[in-house]
């Protein structure tokens, strides 16, 4: 049984494409999968960026609000330090004038407890204005954090999962088999002769 040698070379034609398609589907898988796991790579690192950016942010904050604490108990001590030296002198005043009559030491008094009242609203409203610094240095570094993490947190795409054999894949297929035929059919002719 002779197999005509246009049939042989349809069949190589057909078996060549079809391989063709075997290895274009394998290197689809491959590549699928390397696509699958660059995917998941991002996520972690993306993960791991808002982690270490949401520590670092809570950190600043802290900061912030120790520097602000340190200020206010900066501006605590003068306070008391003042009354104390206030109250000293209005002491050693009154001491010294005790012979003098009472009106020149309520005076004098008076006096000393006015600085004391101008120097305490001072220092109170240093520590407002302390206060709404820190209230609104806080809230920047929450608007740059949320900023960070926006562009720490794109969408990934998920890769495309290869599919089967497809109308693509089987025309290929068909197309190498007349391909093959039509090589084989030519071969025979030029065998033959005119």
Same mark, same amino acid.
């Given at each position: 049984?002779?197999?005509?040698?246009?049939?042989?070379?349809?069949?190589?034609?057909?078996?060549?494409?079809?391989?063709?398609?075997?290895?274009?589907?394998?290197?689809?898988?491959?590549?699928?999968?390397?696509?699958?796991?660059?995917?998941?790579?991002?996520?972690?690192?993306?993960?791991?960026?808002?982690? *270490?950016? =949401?520590?670092?942010?809570? @950190? #600043?904050?802290?900061?912030?609000?120790?520097?602000? $604490?340190?200020?206010? %108990?900066? &501006?605590?001590?003068?306070?008391?330090?003042?009354?104390?030296?206030?109250?000293?002198?209005?002491?050693?005043?009154?001491?010294?004038?005790?012979?003098?009559?009472?009106?020149?030491?309520?005076?004098?008094?008076?006096?000393?407890?006015?600085?004391?009242? *101008?120097? =305490?609203?001072?220092?109170? @409203? #240093?520590?407002?204005?302390?206060?709404?610094?820190? $209230?609104?240095?806080? %809230?920047? &570094?929450?608007?740059?954090?949320?900023?960070?993490?926006?562009?720490?947190?794109?969408?990934?795409?998920?890769?495309?999962?290869?599919?089967?054999?497809?109308?693509?894949?089987?025309?290929?297929?068909?197309?190498?088999?007349?391909?093959?035929?039509?090589?084989?059919?030519?071969?025979?002719?030029?065998?033959?002769?005119?």
């Amino acid at each position: 049984m002779c197999v005509p040698l246009a049939a042989v070379s349809a069949g190589i034609g057909a078996l060549s494409a079809g391989a063709s398609a075997l290895g274009a589907r394998q290197q689809a898988r491959m590549q699928y999968q390397a696509a699958k796991q660059q995917a998941e790579m991002q996520r972690r690192y993306q993960a791991q960026a808002a982690a *270490a950016e =949401r520590t670092r942010a809570q @950190r #600043q904050m802290t900061g912030e609000r120790m520097q602000q $604490a340190q200020q206010e %108990e900066a &501006i605590g001590r003068q306070t008391r330090e003042r009354e104390l030296a206030t109250q000293a002198a209005v002491g050693l005043e009154q001491a010294r004038d005790r012979g003098v009559a009472g009106q020149s030491v309520t005076a004098v008094m008076g006096d000393y407890l006015a600085n004391l009242g *101008a120097a =305490r609203e001072a220092l109170g @409203r #240093q520590q407002e204005l302390i206060g709404v610094g820190k $209230a609104m240095a806080l %809230e920047d &570094i929450g608007l740059a954090s949320q900023q960070r993490l926006i562009s720490i947190d794109q969408p990934i795409a998920e890769p495309v999962k290869p599919r089967g054999f497809g109308i693509q894949d089987v025309l290929s297929v068909a197309s190498g088999g007349l391909e093959g035929y039509r090589t084989g059919l030519g071969i025979k002719k030029a065998i033959k002769g005119p």
